[in-house]
């Protein structure tokens, strides 16, 4: 990673939160670069393979392929990680199993220039590191699996994973 510019791609399902993270960066944190914005899982990975950036902006919680189920798809990791979110339990998760870091959106410029601020400290084998341990750590995770929800038939269960939309 270079002393003065630290090229970015930004990877979110929604457009919206791209635009604000783009103007947000742009705006209160001229280090950055954004070399490209995608709208899921299967883009960014395509994006990061291509540009081959210092770091990514990811999304958590994106249709078809999540945040964490792209990062699955490197061998090795060779780029820093902020997680963006909307959900505040992901963000309590992310301390709690190792995460490299996290925004919760609506993402606050304090909070972001604080992200940014520490890049400088986190060198790429202990990012890759952090995120083969969060990556491990959801897969073996005791938390809620299946959800409850009452019907006119009576009670009926589902598995979190198979949920789509809800």
Not at 3 to 28: G, P, V, Y
Not at 33 to 55: F, R, S, V
Not at 121 to 128: G, Q, R, V
Not at 136 to 149: A, E, G, K, P
Request: with cysteine.
């Amino acid at each position: 990673m270079s002393n003065s510019l630290i090229s970015a791609i930004l990877i979110d399902d929604e457009e919206h939160c791209l635009k604000t993270l783009s103007w947000n960066l742009n705006e209160f944190c001229p280090e950055i670069k954004i070399l490209g914005t995608a709208n899921n899982g299967k883009e960014g990975l395509n994006l990061i393979n291509q540009l081959n950036p210092d770091l990514v902006f990811l999304d958590i919680e994106m249709p078809v392929m999540n945040g964490l189920e792209m990062l699955a798809k490197f061998d090795k990791i060779n780029f820093k990680v902020i997680f963006t979110t909307a959900y505040n339990e992901y963000a309590i998760k992310a301390i709690k199993l190792n995460a490299i870091d996290y925004l919760l959106k609506p993402i606050d410029k304090d909070d972001l220039r604080t992200a940014i601020s520490k890049l400088s400290a986190i060198n790429s084998e202990l990012t890759s590191r952090k995120i083969q341990n969060l990556k491990y750590n959801m897969s073996v995770s005791t938390d809620l699996q299946r959800i409850t929800v009452g019907t006119f038939e009576g009670v009926q269960f589902f598995d979190l994973k198979e949920i789509t939309f809800l």
